[in-house]
């Protein structure tokens, strides 16, 4: 079956964890043999340093299956350090204290081997451990704007489901189906679209509104949006809170591509659009920007120059002719 | 339609490009006929605002007569002659509302960028960088300009262009800068640069009641513009009294100027002090933005309790800011990016009245597909230039 990274990666921190006990006992423990086995003279320096190393391995396997669970993105960091150390004492041994060279080498190459696995294990912790909320496995944003409006008017707005798009970007549509129940359709890569059933499971008029996908969908999110009177009379904070779980699998991964690297950032925009069009009746167009703001044309934006074929109201539009 | 785009660092060149459309409701169309070079392109010339792109047309000081509107446009109609504000302000957010126009919260599409930058997002103005909206710049044949309701002063045809151009920015700027500081009649004003906007702040400092303006500069025909055309009471060339502090001391009896206008921003020049090479070196080596040596010396000759006003363009951060002297001194410290719509009424009534005449500090006229030599003109004030005017 198909494993998610951030799954294997925990196994394999869980894996690491366990090899540091299997290499901490016996440098702790008897490091004189130790010392023989990896084919290194065992004096007295030889033997401290082994010790040494013994507890700083206990003390990984501690953190990374007790203290940082589940997620023990450091703990595993921490072993890469103490890898480039041991490289060290090991390279220092080569010179002064080889007993056997064969031994040495297989010693010096596992270490290669375990610092890369080592390394390779806390990127994908780290990975999977960004855009993660509290709990592992889910992606979970905020934001917030301010609109100069009326509670119960940018509510309302928000309440008619088919306004969403023209602020959302990657919304392409959004229909109510009835009995709390709406379908959601957005746009994806290459032309294609993901779509979803979702139910209110509150609401709360001029307050609150709080959705999921039902059970069984492609996609599984949960989001809640809030209003409330901003101080000074200066109209409404408008607060979002959306969740989205793992995604898995090929629709998986087009939401994650979708939601981006910072999925915070797509949501902020998406409220600047909302603040706009409730503000001013449209999204703010620049030539940079013809769409408004949008995460994914600020990391690829035209030069501000008009553009060839009109957009937005010019599409259409009957100018004047100019030279 | 000829533009004037951005192709890199002390790089422009007058191009070819696609004539501007309506892309929201709410935009008109200018033919362009005047436009000018403003001290903080040279800022975008020199290559220190970042996220500028190679195609970027320039411009945020222009007029010219609407040819064409959106269809939610009310209030401007084709044939109409107008001055354009550099802010591009929506008119109906907070901080429109409060007359805030150049921090306007819904103009700036990549607001996002600027947060990264500044923590929260001004006003998207023309031409001025990607940070700031990326918008088409108006040192071309036409402009396209967003909320043609909000912005756009119309004028009556026998006002020629030179009187009117400068509502765009430097003249309602210039003033800021002295509304900053609070004038009630009587203060002396420290002017740091004699530029174009220093010209204006000179000039509205003495308009607000100033009894005397000291312009500070290293040119000897800008000091004389001050003098001669702006009002200034006294001007002060720093190489040849390079302590400007202990000058300042002796010339207001040892009180520091009320009030202290930075009207040079970001590229400061200070002819020998070593601080200047830390400034100079650290900035060329992107360690800091600035080289803030004008605000400095600002903050150290104003005297106790009085207003420093800064009105030169700075775009990132500063090294070694005398925030000691600022604090123990109890100086305030007030800024902002002209909110020029605020001030274009009352100021075109001061032009109408003939209180002020903009169009003194005008040194060169060229045709539009001269920008390239108007900015090394302007950029290295040659033919003791001030102010350069373009002619689509």
Redesign the interface.
């Known amino acids: 079956m198909f494993e998610l990274p951030r799954e294997r990666a925990r196994r394999l921190a869980d894996l690491l964890g366990w090899a540091s006990i299997g290499l901490g006992v016996p440098q702790v423990s008897t490091p004189r043999s130790f010392d023989r086995a990896i084919g290194v003279v065992p004096d007295r320096e030889a033997r401290a340093w082994t010790f040494l190393v013994g507890l700083r391995e206990l003390g990984a396997a501690a953190s990374i299956l007790v203290i940082e669970q589940p997620h023990p993105v450091r703990s595993v960091w921490g072993r890469v350090a103490g890898d480039a150390m041991d490289l060290t004492l090991l390279a220092r041994s080569w010179r002064s204290r080889r007993e056997s060279p064969g031994r040495l080498g297989a010693a010096i190459g596992a270490v290669v081997v375990i610092g890369a696995i080592d390394t390779y294990t806390a990127v994908q912790l780290q990975r999977s451990a960004r855009g993660d909320g509290e709990e592992g496995g889910k992606m979970k944003v905020k934001a917030a704007i ?1 609109v ?1 409006r009326p509670r119960e008017e940018v509510y309302s707005y928000w309440r008619q489901l088919e306004n969403l798009p023209s602020f959302m970007d990657h919304l392409q549509s959004v229909s109510a189906l009835g009995d709390r129940r709406s379908r959601w359709k957005v746009n994806a890569p290459a032309g294609r679209s993901v779509e979803w059933e979702a139910e209110t499971t509150e609401e709360r008029p001029g307050e609150l509104i709080a959705w999921r996908s039902v059970p069984g969908s492609d996609v599984g999110t949960r989001g809640a949006v809030r209003f409330q009177d901003a101080p000074g009379g ?2 409404t904070e408008v607060h979002v809170e959306l969740e989205y779980d793992a995604p898995g699998g090929s629709v998986g991964a087009i939401v994650a591509k979708l939601f981006g690297e910072e999925p915070h ?1 797509q949501v ?2 998406d409220l ?1 659009r909302f ?2 069009v409730i ?4 999204v ?7 769409e ?4 994914r044309r ?1 990391l690829k ?8 074929v ?5 599409a259409g ?1 009957n ?2 002719e ?2 | 339609m000829r533009a004037t785009v951005w192709s890199g660092r002390n790089t422009v060149q007058v191009e070819n490009v696609p004539d501007p459309t309506i892309m929201n409701s709410q935009d008109a169309i200018v033919r362009i006929s005047s436009t000018a070079i403003c001290g903080s392109d040279l800022h975008l010339y020199d290559g220190y605002v970042p996220t500028m792109k190679k195609g970027d047309i320039l411009g945020h000081e222009f007029m010219g007569e609407v040819v064409d509107t959106g269809p939610s446009v009310e209030r401007l109609s084709v044939g109409d002659r107008v001055v354009v504000p550099f802010p591009i302000a929506c008119g109906k957010c907070w901080s429109c509302r409060h007359e805030l126009y150049s921090v306007c919260e819904n103009s700036n599409p990549n607001a996002a960028l600027a947060e990264k930058m500044w923590g929260h997002s001004p006003a998207g103005i023309y031409g001025y960088s990607h940070m700031l909206g990326g918008y088409a710049g108006g040192q071309a044949e036409y402009a396209r300009v967003p909320f043609a309701d909000v912005g756009p002063i119309k004028i009556d045809h026998d006002i020629p262009d030179e009187k009117v151009l400068f509502l765009a920015d430097i003249l309602p700027t210039g003033y800021m800068a002295a509304e900053l500081c609070d004038l009630r009649g009587g203060e002396v004003v420290a002017v740091w640069g004699a530029g174009p906007v220093g010209q204006f702040a000179i000039a509205s400092a003495r308009l607000l009641g100033a009894e005397r303006v000291i312009a500070i500069d290293r040119f000897p025909y800008r000091l004389r513009m001050a003098r001669d055309g702006a009002g200034a009471t006294d001007v002060l060339n720093y190489e040849e009294h390079p302590d400007v502090v202990e000058t300042l001391n002796e010339l207001t009896g040892g009180r520091g100027p009320d009030a202290c206008i930075d009207a040079v921003g970001m590229e400061a020049h200070h002819g020998h002090a070593p601080i200047y090479a830390y400034d100079r070196i650290k900035q060329a080596a992107r360690l800091e933005t600035e080289r803030p040596f004008a605000l400095r010396q600002a903050i150290m000759a104003c005297r106790n309790g009085g207003t420093v006003s800064v009105i030169g363009a700075y775009g990132g951060f500063m090294d070694k800011f005398p925030i000691g002297s600022f604090m123990n001194r109890s100086l305030t410290l007030k800024t902002g990016q002209c909110h020029v719509h605020r001030y274009m009424r009352p100021l075109l009534e001061r032009i109408i009245d003939g209180q002020i005449d903009p169009s003194f500090i005008v040194t060169h006229e060229m045709d539009l597909g001269e920008a390239p030599r108007g900015y090394e003109t302007f950029k290295h004030k040659q033919d003791e230039c001030v102010k350069v005017v373009l002619k689509p």
């Open positions: 301010t100069d200066r109209g950032q902020r925009d600047r603040k706009q503000e001013t009746g449209e703010v167009r620049s030539e940079a920007s013809p408004g703001a949008s995460a600020l934006q035209r030069p501000a120059e008009p553009l060839r009109p957009v937005g109201a010019g539009h100018g004047n100019r030279s």
